[in-house]
Structure formats: C-alpha cells, structure tokens
C-alpha cells in the first residue's frame, strides 16, 4: 500500500491513535471506491502499522436536500458493490442506510468512540463540507481528512483561480510534480490485515446495517421517505459500470471526441461525470486509461508553461481536449469551492457579471417562465424543452445543449438572482451529476464566472449570450430532436417545489 502524499492530508482532530481503540475507522462520504482512493490508501496504512483492523462505514441519510429515487440509488448501487468486494477480505464493511428521518443520529460519534483513529474524505461534493465539520467535533479521537479530489492536490493552490487559462498557466507549471502520486490501483489486493471480529452489539442492535437484499434490490428506495416523483434511471452507478463507461469511451469515442462531442447526433461525449461525481470512479483511473490508450509518457510534456489549451500533453488532439475538460475545467470548479466555501451564492458572481446583469433587469423579455413551466418543458422553444425532457427523463443534457439551457433560463426569468435559483433547482433535483463543484461551475458560467466581458447585449449586459438558432446551426441535432421533442405521457413528472413525496 503507497503512502499518501503529506499535502493530500488535512487533520480535522489533532490527537494520536488511541491504544485501547478496536479498529482505524474509515468514513467513506465522498471518494466512494474501493480502488485509486488515497484516504482508503492511508486508512489501510494506519490499520497495518498500528496492527489494528480497518472498519469501513459508509452511510446515506434520508434528510440531504434532493433527496431521491435517482440519487439514492446511484449511492446504493456502489454500496452493493463494496459488500460483496469486502466480504472477501478482512476489511469490514458497515453500510448504513437511514430508514426515517435522523434514525441515523449518533452512529458516527458511536463508532468513533471504539476506535483508535478516524479519517474520511476531504471533498467538497455536495454536502461533504458538513460531513467534515461533523467529523471535527468529534471527541477523544484523532481524525484526518484525505483529498482524493483530482490529480492536483486540492491544497496545491494558495489562491482562488478566476479563468481557466490562468488556472491553465498554473496546471502546467504545478501539475508535473504530482503526477507520478498515484492512488494504488488494487490496494485490497494481498492485504495482510487483522480482521475485525464484531461491532458491540448495542450499536448493531440501535443502527442496522443494511443487508445484501437491500442494496441489490432496486425495489428498496421505495421503501425510504423521499422524493419518488424523480425515479432513477437506468443508469447504473458503482466503479464496475463506471469502468465499463471508461474502456468504452477511450476505446470508441476518445479518437473522434474533438470532432463529435458537441454534437448530439453523434454521441460523442465521454458520459463520465456521474461515475467522477459520486466517487465511483477516480480521475486518476480516467487518466491512467488515456495515457494508455496514447503510450504517453511525461518526456513528451512541453517545457513552455504558457496556458495554451492545445499542444501542452504531446498527445493526440482528441486527447488533449478531453483531459482539458477532465483536469483544467474540471479541477478549477473544485479548486475554486476549496477556496471559495460560499461560492454557490448569487453574491459570489463576478463583480463586472453582477454589475452588468443587474443594470439589465429593467430590459424587455420576449419571454417569462414560472420554475413550474421550466421543469415540465413548457416553453415556446422545442430544442429548449427537448434538452429540459432528456435531464429530467435521463438524468443528464448533452454538454453543449447544457449551456443552451442555462443561457436561456438566464434570458427567459425577471431576474439574474431568480435565473440561478431556477438552474440550480433544476440541476441539482434531477442531474445524475448534479450537486457537484463542476457542475457548480457550469451554472456559474453561465452567468459570467470564469468567462470574460462580451459585446452588451439586451438582458445579458455583458455576459455571454447563446442562441437556439445559432446552435441548430452549429450542430448536429435531427436524431437528438426527433427522441425528445415531442411530448409523450410520462415524460416528465410534475413538480414538487417541497422536493419531497
């Protein structure tokens, strides 16, 4: 097992490992995979040098926000998969899934208190940032916090990062020293752990843990008190299926994706960020399989660290856009919430952004819509409502359609505050993705964060604007409009503004 870089490693609870402690505690939260994860790399490194087994809890509450079929059982499609993966080791797992409201109350603190060291994820996925404070009130026990995050440690940058081509400039000149500070690929492979015998049984007695049935039935979300008007889709979560994503993308899609990716028609996106969103799959792994795929080494990295999208690699050019997206677009949503905590708030858009938008509100909108109207797809624009159907019926818009649909929510609402609450309603209760710093970071785009000044325009002042027009014109959309243009029963289910059953 590889020792976790020291700048990955952030103490929550500054105590040394207690002696009478049964086990090292691992709370899975964030990065949730049992391979390319260094908190369970380091978890493993403490249990074999303090001679201690290693206990992983991983749990779901029934109280987050969003609460749903679709979120719920992508997290319990990994959880399913980590029990059968554990149960042949001497690793023990503890999946824990809320039944009610707050039943899951105490169970942390519960566990911390039989053990001799506690770590979890550093992430700021979602809730995560709640999760880590929760583990740094607890008592008696030490707790670190392990950045699995993206390939740049989290903490590799002093200051926040406002563009993508300084956030470029700085990848280039940082990104080298870190690269070959991989996660371990199988590190449950030749464990030589002890195993734990049992958890004291008031604690398994109070908290049940939830059973092989349970996790492998997609039947069980009904049973839960959430929002079941957002089902889940067929999209299944879990490293197994985000790895299958992964061969297939690079084998079939990664040598067109420069040409096809904005392309609907052609399907030529790499459908990964649900996998990256959940932890289910590291962008360590994703990497590793393109540098693969290309027979890359890091000689063949370029010397001028000048920001430049294309040519820096010394890959193929399909190659290079994709980890563009992966690394610097990806990494700067998650840099910018490690240094920015607040930066999901309408206060925390760019100055100039907030400026010209609101010197805007005053303009003429052709057209206004309700947060009601826009998540039945009820618009007067086909392609609009087309990409509104496919996020609420697949749990995802094509990329490039994605940005359409924020730009016009911008267009279509009274104001810029109300246009952000609308996407990030929309986005958060029915995206796979969703809830996430990069898909943050998409939204925020659209109202200016990390883009530059353009020509000002009625409504959008300053701020980049987008036209249906422009992108039928632009890309491939025939097959994409046929499947999802037209209205059917059950396209849609009706909106719950309480996001609750």
Known sequence: MRKVPAIRIRQLVDAPPRAEGSFVLYWMTATRRLEWNFALDHALHLAKSLGKPLLIFEAVSVAYPWASDRHHQ???????EHREALSHT????????????????GLLSSLAASACFVVTDDSLVFLNGRLLQAAGRLE????????????????AAERTFTAAYHFRRFLHKSLPEHLGDAPSRAPLSQLDLLKLASLPEPILYRWSPASAAELESRYFVSTLPIDHSVAATSWVGGAAAGRAALNGFVRDRLPRYF?????????????????????????????QAVIDAEGWSPLRLSEKADGRRNGWWGM???????LDQLITWRELGYGYSAHQPDGARYEALPEWARNTLEDHVADR???????????????????????????????????????????KILEWTEHPREALDVMIELNNRYAIDGRDPNSDSGIFWVMGRFDRGWPERPVFGKVRSMTSKSTRRKVDLEQYLAKWADRRPGAHAAYDPRGRP
């Open 74 to 80: 992508a997290l319990l499609d990994g959880m399913g």
């Open 90 to 105: 001497s690793v023990a797992y503890y999946p824990y899934v809320e039944r009610r409201r707050g039943s899951g109350r």
């Open 140 to 155: 008696g026990v030490g707790v670190q916090a392990v950045d699995s995050c993206g390939l740049l440690p989290l903490r």
């Open 259 to 287: 040409e096809d990716r904005n392309h609907p028609d052609r399907d030529g996106a790499s459908g990964l960020s649900p996998w990256l969103h959940y932890g289910h799959l590291s962008s360590h792994e994703v990497f």
């Open 316 to 322: 193929s050019e399909p190659a290079e856009a994709f």
């Open 365 to 407: 909108r052709e057209y206004t819509y309700s947060l009601g109207k826009f998540a039945g797809a009820e618009t007067h624009d086909d392609l609009w409502n087309a990409a509104q159907r496919q996020l609420v019926q697949e749990g995802r818009i094509h990329n490039y359609l994605r940005m359409l649909w924020g730009k």
